[in-house]
């Protein structure tokens, strides 16, 4: 009686159930995995929203002008070419729908966020890896890119979560010309894009030229309010915009009263992305052996194979309480790799790490 778009696997995996168990038993488990800025312990000023336009109902299909004008400053772009959603998930969502029909493909990075299977999916869209190998530091497999007559764009994540890894301009200009080689698009998922460790990266893809780009962000990591629900698709693309004014008027789903008061929201990134830089720095000091990381929230932490990566996790948290995630959740071709969330409070992050690193 239900569609097919919803025929995966519901099922606790393993990890998951133990985690259940522990925590229903009040154990205290060390949680590597806290990727929420509002549960890590970062301290935002306070915000009173005091603006009577919130109680007035005034739909516009991209945003109120007012919300869009302060996004296009803070991007650096037009604002013509800035349209708001309710978050980057609903961005995808839009752009599945205004790019494919169903059956067509993406080609998204592996390993990467799994979120995209479950979005390409409720638009009956398929998903078609790439690959990111790693040498000295991560890069894009272009060899290893395969399009089909079904393809309809690149899904770029930049930087790459959970690898941390931003585009090369080497990487950014061969997948400019394979786009506009076979006509696709280029998506680029910038949510972590502020967060460089590393000087000199391509931390955005909004002034590409030459193919038609959608670059998505939010406030979800921009100031670490996932709950504001409040995201951005910035096009370079007259034609593509015409045909999401006809999406985005049919939902019109962007809450009032965060557009009303998203210049104060804005107001909190210094005092917000301090503290998580910050954060990042001081526990990836702590991880010796993590693989290179230029920007993001996340570290990848390579262990020996004598278990795969079930075995460790599971290990690591029945006997030492300590909660991390296997690389298989994020699609790694090999084994044994651990992702650990850098926003971690620091004291809990560096128990942990040194019950991994002494077990």
């Given amino acids: 009686m239900f569609s097919q778009r919803l025929a995966w696997d519901s099922a606790r995996n393993p990890l998951s159930e133990m985690v259940a168990r522990k925590r229903a038993l009040g154990e205290r488990i060390l949680d590597l995995t806290e990727s929420n800025p509002t549960h890590a312990g970062i301290v935002y000023p306070p915000v009173v929203f005091d603006d009577q336009r919130m109680m007035m109902y005034d739909p516009a299909s991209f945003g109120m002008l007012s ?3 302060m996004i296009a400053v803070e991007c650096g772009v037009a604002v013509d070419r800035v349209i708001l959603t309710a978050g980057t998930s609903e961005a995808y969502s839009w752009l599945f729908k205004l790019l494919c029909d169903p059956g067509d493909e993406v080609l998204v990075p592996r390993p990467s966020y799994p979120l995209f299977d479950y979005l390409a999916a409720l638009e009956s869209v398929a998903v078609r890896p790439y690959h990111l190998r790693y040498s000295e530091g991560w890069f894009v ?12 764009a690149i899904v770029v994540v930049n930087p790459n979560n959970p690898t941390g890894s931003y585009l090369k301009p080497a990487e950014l200009d061969a997948l400019v010309k394979l786009a506009r080689k076979h006509g696709l698009a280029i998506i680029s998922d910038e949510v972590f894009s502020d967060f460089a460790l590393d000087e000199g ?6 002034n590409v030229e030459g193919v038609v780009t959608f670059c998505l962000n ?17 096009t370079n693309d007259a034609a593509s915009r015409e045909r999401l004014e006809f999406i985005a008027d049919t939902y019109l789903s962007v809450g009032t009263p965060v557009q009303c008061g998203l210049g104060q929201l804005l107001a909190l990134k210094s005092s917000v992305q301090g503290q998580i830089m910050a954060r990042v720095r001081e526990n990836l000091a702590v991880v010796k052996r993590a693989r290179h ?5 996340y570290a990848v932490l390579q262990v020996p194979r004598t278990k795969n990566e079930e075995q460790w996790t599971l290990n690591l948290l029945e006997r030492h309480n300590v909660l991390v995630q296997p690389g298989y959740f994020y699609d790694f071709e ?8 850098l926003l ?6 560096r128990e942990g790490v040194s019950r991994i690193t002494t077990r």
């Fill in 293 to 297: 990381v230029e920007g993001g929230w």
């Fill in 141 to 152: 497999d272009l060899h290893d890119i395969r399009i089909t007559e079904r393809t309809r």
């Fill in 218 to 234: 939010g406030l979800s990591k921009l100031v670490g309010l996932p709950q504001m629900k409040l995201g951005w698709i910035i």
């Fill in 201 to 206: 990266v391509v931390r955005s893809l909004v």
């Fill in 334 to 341: 090999q084994e044994a790799f651990l992702i650990l969330s």
């Fill in 67 to 69: 919300a869009r004008e």
């Fill in 344 to 349: 971690t409070p620091p004291e809990i992050f």
